[in-house]
């Protein structure tokens, strides 16, 4: 067997060389952690604190539309707002009960 002697063409060594020194000063002096994963993450909070105001903003201006169907077609919302024949069971003489929710 030959042994194969390889070596980078300098403009690669030298490349490696400034990403390993690059990466080295990140590590060594904790630099990484604050100028790179901490903006990261505030900028995650902000992001999702913003979003849910806005979702909670909305919730509370439209609940009344999220709440309480609209009415369909002009239809009124109230049984005594029926036509006749249609207000109650009463009309047809059949026993019921009157329930509160």
């Known amino acids: 067997f030959s ?7 300098p403009q690669r060594l030298h490349l490696r060389t400034k990403i390993e020194a690059f990466t080295m000063s990140l590590m060594s002096n904790g ?4 100028s790179y994963i901490i903006p990261f993450l505030l900028k995650g909070i902000k992001l999702t ?3 849910g105001s806005l ?4 919730l509370y201006v439209k609940q009344d539309s999220i709440l309480y169907h609209p009415t369909i ?3 009124p919302k109230k049984p ?3 036509p006749k024949g249609y207000c109650s069971p009463a009309e047809y003489r059949i026993p019921f009960e009157t ?3």
């Open 49 to 51: 604190g913003g979003l």
């Open 3 to 9: 042994s194969y002697n390889f070596t980078p063409e």
């Open 31 to 34: 630099g990484f952690i604050v």
């Open 55 to 58: 979702i909670g903003l909305l």
């Open 99 to 101: 329930h509160r929710i």
């Open 73 to 75: 077609q002009d239809l």
């Open 80 to 82: 005594r707002d029926n």
